[in-house]
């Protein structure tokens, strides 16, 4: 079993920390002050995610679009690009999210680890904390089929 791991991001309120291992299965935990702790298992096509210990329903949508209801707000992880995404709560641009091509890699774990998160001004630290966990667990952006195809290949039968 590896031992945790730990990173440190820049937030709008102060560093937030990730903390994740990688083994038996990856498992990450988003935090920061004044933040609601957010718990994720990053997988681009089946991530799951809870907030202060109760679930966050997910849902995914043909075009990658990913939807996570929390209370009376509903946030939205939209892929506009291979590497790029907005984050949206109830329908409201709260920021955008650049990932990197190495994101993609075959067996990368949390898709979106590399991720750079730029929030507009009219956000809070629980919408801080469900985007940049939901960038996290699925990435920003989103493959299209060739690349899907060969990293299903590569996966699968390398």
Same mark, same amino acid.
């Given at each position: 079993?590896?031992?945790?791991?730990?990173?440190? &991001?820049? /937030?709008?309120?102060? =560093?937030?920390?990730? #903390?994740?291992? !990688?083994?038996?299965?990856? +498992?990450?935990?988003?935090?920061?002050?004044?933040?609601?702790?957010?718990?994720?298992?990053?997988?681009?096509?089946?991530?799951?995610?809870? &907030?202060? /210990?109760?679930?966050? =329903?997910?849902?995914? #949508?043909?075009? !990658?679009?990913?939807?996570? +209801?929390?209370?009376?707000?509903?946030?939205?992880?939209?892929?506009?690009?291979?590497?790029?995404?907005?984050?949206?709560?109830?329908?409201?641009?709260?920021?955008?999210?650049?990932?990197?091509?190495? #994101?993609?890699?075959?067996?990368?774990?949390?898709?979106?680890?590399?991720?750079?998160?730029?929030?507009?001004?009219?956000?809070?630290?629980?919408?801080?904390?469900?985007?940049?966990?939901?960038?996290?667990?699925?990435?920003?952006?989103?493959?299209?089929?060739?690349?899907?195809?060969?990293?299903?290949?590569?996966?699968?039968?390398?």
């Amino acid at each position: 079993m590896s031992k945790l791991q730990q990173r440190v &991001i820049e /937030g709008p309120f102060g =560093p937030i920390q990730v #903390s994740h291992d !990688r083994w038996p299965s990856v +498992v990450a935990h988003v935090q920061g002050a004044g933040m609601p702790t957010v718990t994720v298992v990053p997988n681009r096509d089946h991530g799951a995610m809870n &907030i202060n /210990g109760q679930n966050i =329903p997910v849902s995914r #949508s043909r075009n !990658r679009t990913r939807t996570a +209801v929390v209370g009376d707000r509903s946030y939205e992880l939209r892929p506009t690009s291979l590497r790029r995404a907005e984050l949206r709560r109830n329908g409201v641009l709260i920021a955008n999210a650049s990932g990197t091509l190495r #994101s993609y890699g075959p067996g990368r774990g949390i898709p979106g680890m590399d991720a750079q998160v730029k929030w507009t001004q009219a956000i809070d630290p629980t919408d801080v904390a469900i985007g940049q966990a939901m960038v996290l667990a699925f990435g920003a952006g989103a493959p299209g089929i060739v690349l899907r195809t060969v990293f299903f290949w590569v996966d699968n039968f390398s």
